[in-house]
């Protein structure tokens, strides 16, 4: 579907520039390493595995309606459970590993690879790299799985979720607390990676085996039976929106976000859990960091993972409703925004309180502009790179590697300078100039491409 | 009588595929104006490109005087479009979904416009209910409402009837007379010959994407000649061509 969407050779290239990062980042290990021990750049790593299995998961949860919506009456494997002798369950099982083999060659392999090919120019043993392989291809699995197994609770009962969630974040609170252990320490891919044994790989792969097997026992499908009669929300939100510029495409926006479940369900499974299991991983880092350090690198994590909420309001539209209405894209664009201006409230809030809960509470303020101006800036670059259709065109190789490199030169800046002196996080906020110019850029960009959904 | 739509050598090619192939073809403004073809001969790449939902590749049209290609959003505010796959968005309600068309519109008294419709297609039972919900003949029944809500002065409608049951055909097909008897002006697109044949004032044969004929009704039925032979024997001819 990827290379459909824009051609087969950006699509092959994606992975081969996955490599390339990972091989030529590989060369920088003996200088990252003289100022981080090995085992904390690891920990970094298999962090951010457990992420990309996060997102890869948040996204197969939606896929289905998103799928829908996009190319309205074209199906995905989901729907086959309508039309051939397939049971749901089968086919959710089929739907997670496909997703698992799919996005372990577009990501995982490529990544090691490059890694593999590079250790013998670096002095790291061949099984030592290997070993890599296999944690973080679990690290990514344990993301996947963990997020397939949660949103299984979640569709059976909500109330379950939350409870489940409040047990595990009481767990994980007393570990720290009371016993002064970082539960992180014992993430089995890492245990893995850090002191290889039959057990521990054992152990993953039980563990993982039982949140899968748990996942596909406790789906339950979409019951299409039930039709709800809902009242009219759309004109009395419209009227309390007015004091937006165009309130009439962030009430539906907002209405689709709300109905959808994704409002709750992205918000959970994209933003706060996979932020609050990073903010453990990074606290093993604190010792590394200078003073405060922790603090706006989260901060700075936290905005470019808010920046995917333009995702958010894009994944479930297509162009059909808008294709009969006087809507240029532009003012589409624009509309996105207005609703992902609203939906920071979540990272602020977030921030805030992570800021105020670890003692740095004068330094909250700071971390929260930071936090909006890299929200702002990686959003304004995904307006420009790819309009309304950022889902699709993140896996355009030339997207995806204009987005990183500018993405990371900000980045680079402007932790390095959170990092000389907290204060001068305010000194982001310059970071909204080149947001609203890529805005800018973007909406003529796209206001002259013809829309073919998105 | 005034020209509401001109197309002069409208083309639309994908990579080699050439879509609509050098199109020339006026409507006037009353009429009731059928762009007749088989699948895939180009009928909704056409009211596609004169709605400016998508760019011609060459040649000029003209909206109600507006360039489709400078001011695609100009004539998609004057006109009504009733798309060929009705796609309303997902969690709006039915009426939701009225009220956020009338509020893109600008449209004065929505509710009595929305509340005339809901009776008239006779879905007033569905109106609080999402559209991924309703079923396709509403879902046909909203887009219908959401194209003349603003009652415009031309309306392009890809595939009218497609999604009705025989009663709602009939209603449609008699709104669609008498809005043009006001006169307003209807393009269709459809491959129901006998529907063109009985409500069309004039209508257009389109074939791999070449205009293979346009012309009134009235001149070929005057000839004794009914409009699905003449098409048939026409896009019969093509093929061989």
Known sequence: MHSTMFGSISFTLFPIMIFGIAFMGAFLLPLVRSSMPAGN???????????????????GLLGNEVMNRRFGQASLLAYSARSLPLSEAHIFFVFVVKDIVYYFFLWVFPFCFGYILASPFIGVPLAGSLLLLLSLTLAFLYGLCTVFFLSAIYARSRALLYLALLLLSIAWGSAVAFLSINPAYFFPPMLLFSAFSWTNLLLSIVILSALFVLAVFLFSPEQTGSIKELRNTFAPLARRLTFLPDPSLAAKDLIDLYRSGSAIGQTLFSFLIPLAVIWFFLSLLGPFLPP????????????????TMYTWVTMFDSFGPYA??????????????????????????????????????LYAIPAVVLCLAVSYYAAGIMVWLTGLSPN?????????????VLLGVALTIFSSLAFANPLYSFASVILFVPAWLFIQKGKVRWDAVEPSGF | MTM???AHDLSKEYGDVKAVDHVTLGVREGSLFGLLGPNGSGKTTMIKMLTGQIRPTGGSATVLDLDVIRDPVGVREKVGIIPEQETPPSFLTAIEYLAFVGAIRKIPDLEEKA????????????KNVLCKDLSRGTRQKLMFAQAFLHEPALALIDEPLINFDPIMQDVVKEYCVEYAKKGNTIFISTHILEVAEDICSEFAILHKGKLMHTGPVAELTGRGEHLPQFFLSLVL?????
Request: with cysteine.
């Open chain 1, 392 to 404: 699709v065109l993140v896996y355009d190789v030339k997207v995806m590697a204009i987005y990183l």
């Open chain 2, 237 to 241: 001819k093509g093929n061989h061509v």
């Open chain 1, 292 to 307: 405060h350090g922790l603090l706006f690198l989260f901060a700075t994590i936290t905005g470019v993972i808010a920046s």
């Open chain 2, 115 to 126: 509340d005339w419709w809901f009776d008239f297609l006779e879905f007033r039972d569905k």
């Open chain 2, 4 to 6: 509401i739509l001109q």
């Open chain 1, 324 to 361: 009969c209405l006087p809507v240029p894209v532009s003012r589409i664009i624009s509309g996105k925004l207005m609703t992902f201006t609203l939906l920071q409230a979540v990272p602020v809030l977030f921030v805030a309180s992570v800021g105020i809960l670890s003692g740095e509470t």
């Open chain 1, 41 to 59: 750049l690891a920990l970094i790593v298999h962090a951010s595995f457990l992420l990309l299995g996060f997102m890869v998961g948040a996204f």
